[in-house]
């Protein structure tokens, strides 16, 4: 069973700086895609980024040129670093990954998603 546990949020002031991980454990045979999304108060869920396991990376509009996604595939870890944050980026934020794991003579997907982690920036 693949499981994600993240850290890294708090509060900040607006124009500062936070960096998000989210380190996974299980018998994984690959993490095809990890990702991190976010969910503000009485709004949806949506796509902050994503990397792939080729390095290929996508970036919500809002976020493009402030925050940066990253992996270790060593560690089976995924990093967010926010930069000149705004208010408007406060929210919880959930890491998911997608991928592969062994199961009987061959594999499955698998998909998981981390507990959350709160960002709040203000002044």
């Known amino acids: 069973q693949v499981q994600l546990v993240e850290s890294g949020g708090g509060l900040v002031q607006p124009g500062g700086s936070l960096r998000l991980s989210c380190a996974a454990s299980g018998s994984m045979r690959s993490i095809h895609v990890m990702g991190w999304y976010r969910q503000a108060p009485g709004k949806q869920r949506e796509l902050v980024a994503t990397?792939?396991?080729?390095?290929?990376?996508n970036y919500a509009d809002s976020v493009k040129g402030r925050f940066t996604i990253s992996r270790d595939n060593v560690k089976n870890t995924a990093y967010l670093q926010m930069n000149s944050l705004k208010p408007e980026d406060t929210a919880v934020y959930y890491c998911?990954?997608?991928?592969?794991?062994?199961?009987?003579?061959?594999?499955?997907?698998?998909?998981?998603w981390g507990q959350g982690t709160l960002v709040t920036v203000s002044s």
């Open positions: 998911n990954f997608q991928g592969t794991v062994v199961s009987g003579a061959g594999y499955r997907s698998f998909e998981v």
């Open positions: 990397v792939t396991s080729g390095g290929r990376t």
